[in-house]
């Protein structure tokens, strides 16, 4: 018999926290996240989605055992400004068992439909820049740092449960040249010139730091253009800042400037993280901590996280500095493979930056939305 059970206490959020930990035992694919990373997502004290967020997270048990998770998200700022009654669920996992998921998605409609909602989407985090997406291809490529993994059945669990396909990612990964193409350098030094444009020399955290605010203002610039985006507000901002910054090399950092000093365009990278990771096992101690800092220097592959670009600069060639300059620290550090990270299928001004370089699409994943009968 299958029981499904609200996570109240502390004790009880550490075992939702945990659940994949087990479920995913001997996989070499599945990367699993800092323990009090997680934790602190779903504290109030730390994330500040929460101030508008309403939250129920959702445990399966057979036989006193957790089964089967899932947390239930209403980010009440986003459907105001959307005009939506979305429901969002994430931090989702279950064993390949119909009767577990069955009871859990019975329970999460039910909760839904007494807030209100009107359908359901995910798996997602509280916010954009969240983890999301089900992995429905490239089961037997290792996790990236900033994506979701899960086993091959989750999509078949959905399909059965009613849910349709709603918003596909692609992932990309690039070969890194042995040299900046020519062409690239003679390009950008003709945008470079044409609109006196800058390029500040970032060699600390601190350096970057202070252009903080205006990369997320062009995040909210450059995205606001994608399907459901919703601009950070400064709290959020301040609480993303700081899980980048831990993760920031500052040689993967690019900011363009224009002639008076604003910032117009920017690219960051981190070096990849999720072998790291594995090691660790969830901790930071006792050696957890040496694992990711080795990755931070001795690294043969990046992840690229952010791009943006301020609308009125775009399709005006501002993305070929940002390569010029982060290629060639990819090349100076030895980088020999880029992921692209997750990306919207729509996304396709993202999409052909690829298009110069050897690459090949190696995973593929969908959102899947569901409406919530009453």
């Known amino acids: 018999m299958i029981t499904i059970e609200q996570v109240k206490t502390k004790e009880e959020l550490k075992a939702f926290v945990m659940f994949p930990f087990g479920l995913y035992k001997g996989s070499k694919y599945w990367v699993p996240p800092l323990i009090n990373g997680e934790m602190k997502t779903f504290d109030k004290d730390f994330n500040p989605t929460l101030e508008f967020s309403e939250t129920c997270l959702l445990v399966a048990k057979k036989e006193d055992e957790i089964v089967g ?12 400004l959307l005009g939506e009654k979305k429901l969002r669920f994430g931090w989702m996992d279950f064993v390949d068992d119909a009767e577990v998921t069955d009871a859990l998605f019975a329970q999460a409609q039910q909760w839904g439909a007494e807030k209100g909602m009107e359908y359901m989407e ?10 999301a997406a089900l992995l429905t291809w490239g089961f037997d490529e290792l996790s990236n740092t900033t994506a979701l993994y899960n086993y091959p059945y989750y999509e078949k669990h959905m399909e059965r449960l009613g849910f349709e396909h709603c918003t596909q990612w692609i992932e990309t990964e690039i070969m890194a040249p042995k040299e ?14 044409k609109y006196s444009l800058q390029i500040p020399n970032l060699k600390s955290k601190k350096a970057i730091s202070k252009y903080i605010p205006e990369v997320f203002e062009i995040l909210n610039q450059t995205y606001s253009v994608l399907e459901n985006f919703v601009p950070l507000t400064e709290k959020q901002q301040a609480f993303y800042a700081r899980q980048f910054m831990d993760i920031i090399n500052p040689d993967y950092v690019s900011c363009i400037l224009d002639k008076e000093g604003n910032m117009i365009a920017f690219g960051v990278a981190i070096p990849y993280m999720a072998t790291a990771l594995q090691k660790a096992k ?51 550090n030895n980088i020999v493979y880029v992921e692209s990270n997750p990306e919207q299928e729509k996304n396709t001004q993202v999409q052909a930056l690829w298009k110069g370089y050897k690459s090949r699409h190696h ?8 409406k919530i009968s009453r």
């Not at 998770?69 to 105001?80: G, P, Q, W």
């Not at 900046?180 to 470079?192: A, D, T, Y």
């Open 363 to 370: 995973k593929a994943r969908w959102t899947f939305t569901k």
């Open 122 to 131: 995910g798996p997602v985090g509280f916010c954009n820049l969240d983890k």
């Open 69 to 80: 998770r899932v947390a239930l998200i209403i980010n009440k700022r986003e459907n105001e």
């Open 282 to 332: 969830g901790s930071l101690f006792p050696f957890g901590w040496y694992h990711l800092l080795k990755a931070q220097k001795h690294n043969d592959r990046a992840e690229l996280l952010l791009i943006g670009v301020v609308p009125a600069w775009q399709r005006k060639g501002i993305t070929a500095l940002i390569f010029e300059e982060v290629m060639q620290r990819f090349i100076d």
């Open 180 to 193: 900046v193409p020519e062409k690239i350098h003679r390009f950008s030094g003709l945008i470079k010139e």
